[in-house]
Nanobody, 121 residues
Framework: VQLQASGGGLVQTGGSLRLACAAS??????MGWFRQTPGKEREFVAV???????YYAESVKGRFTISRDNAKNTAYLQMNSLKPEDTAVYYC??????????????????WGLGTLVTVSS
């Protein structure tokens, strides 16, 4: 089972990036993203349970959109109006069979390696 994240990079404040997370080996009921900066714990960003069933951190609501392509077993995170405080390593996650703690990093058993997003001011 593997989660492969891609799409990170350097962008100016106000710019956009699109992250992709391709899953192989199994499908997940929930797929999403956490992020982490040095010295801090991993922070919830967004998760999709499929369709319109999505969850977002308050800090990214209205700017980020998560979507899924079930045929490709891939989740996407469209990030618009990026701010310097969005700079972090973004990790793709997946889980099945857990109904609670959707924003709790410890409930996700599958993690990708991470992709770096840097927003310059």
């Amino acid at each position: 089972v593997q989660l492969q994240a891609s799409g990170g990079g350097l962008v100016q404040t106000g710019g956009s990036l699109r992250l992709a997370c391709a899953a192989s080996g199994r499908t997940f009921r929930e797929m999403g993203w956490f992020r982490q900066t040095p010295g801090k714990e991993r922070e919830f960003v967004a998760v999709s349970r499929g369709g319109s069933n999505t969850y977002y951190a308050e800090s990214v609501k209205g700017r980020f959109t998560i979507s899924r392509d079930n045929a490709k077993n891939t989740a996407y995170l469209q990030m618009n109006s990026l701010k310097p405080e969005d700079t972090a390593v973004y990790y793709c996650v997946g889980r099945n069979g857990i109904l609670t703690g959707i924003m709790d990093a410890t409930t996700y058993h599958y993690w990708g390696l991470g992709t770096l997003v840097t927003v310059s001011s």
